[in-house]
């Protein structure tokens, strides 16, 4: 079926930069997509989410950006800080209530 | 986290018995959801239900089984038929039933192991 994935599974930035998750979706029906954020040994937190409607999506922080037409979505972290590093996942809505996930990148945060 | 609870935290359990996670919330939610993640992967959704008394399958249902018989509680029951348990096994919630984009909250996860 279809799935949701990311093109990079590591990514390491210096304490300050700006980081930028990328993940690719395959289902042009999916309306509504969402970033989690995933410590060793934790259960996955809620960072932002977006719907089909919409291109970008800003918190604190972080800002999310949707291409429809490249069924292409981002999460940008600003000014990144070493409790940044964790696992990011991408999901979709990919179904009646039920969400696809991918595989996730691994985010690694020099001081 | 976010109301919602796991037990226990870490689980061992010999080949050719079932075992029984529990997920417990309190954030009057109605549906819930049982995921599987392996090591370097993804979330895989084992079962999910929408309202009490029901559930629905999702990729990887074989080898488990769930109920429903209270709205704030989803117990997961590894069967000894599940060829490969050992796996981190994270519960979730979302209000509301039906379609809409509601997230997901999880809970701290289950880490089981087979002896």
């Known amino acids: 079926g279809e799935s949701v994935g990311l093109h990079l599974p590591t990514l390491s930035v210096q304490e300050g930069d700006n980081s930028i998750i990328n993940c690719a979706y395959s289902?042009?029906?999916?309306?509504?997509f969402i970033w989690y954020k995933q410590e060793s040994g934790k259960g996955p937190q809620f960072i932002i989410d977006i719907r089909s409607n919409m291109d970008k999506r800003q918190g604190q922080r972080v800002t999310v950006l949707l291409n429809k037409t490249v069924k292409h979505l981002s999460l940008q972290i600003a000014a990144t800080q070493p409790g940044d590093s964790a696992v990011y996942f991408c999901?979709?809505?990919?179904?009646?209530?039920?969400?696809?996930f991918g595989k996730g990148t691994m985010l690694l945060v020099s001081p | 986290d976010g109301g919602i609870t796991q037990s226990p935290k870490y689980l061992f359990r010999k080949e050719g018995q079932n075992v029984t996670l529990s997920c417990e919330q309190n954030l009057n939610h109605d549906a819930m959801y049982w995921y599987r993640q392996d090591p370097g992967q993804g979330l895989r959704l084992i079962y999910y239900?929408?309202?009490?008394?029901?559930?629905q399958k999702g990729d990887i249902a074989e080898g488990y089984s769930v109920s429903r018989e209270k709205k704030e509680s989803f117990p997961l029951t590894v069967t000894s038929a599940q060829k490969n348990p050992t796996a981190f096994y994270l519960c979730a919630s979302r209000m509301g039933i039906g379609g809409g984009a509601n997230e997901q909250f999880f809970g701290p996860g289950t880490r089981l192991t087979v002896l």
């Open positions: 239900s929408q309202i009490v008394n029901d559930f």
């Open positions: 999901a979709e809505n990919s179904g009646y209530s039920t969400l696809t």
């Open positions: 289902n042009s029906a999916s309306d509504y």
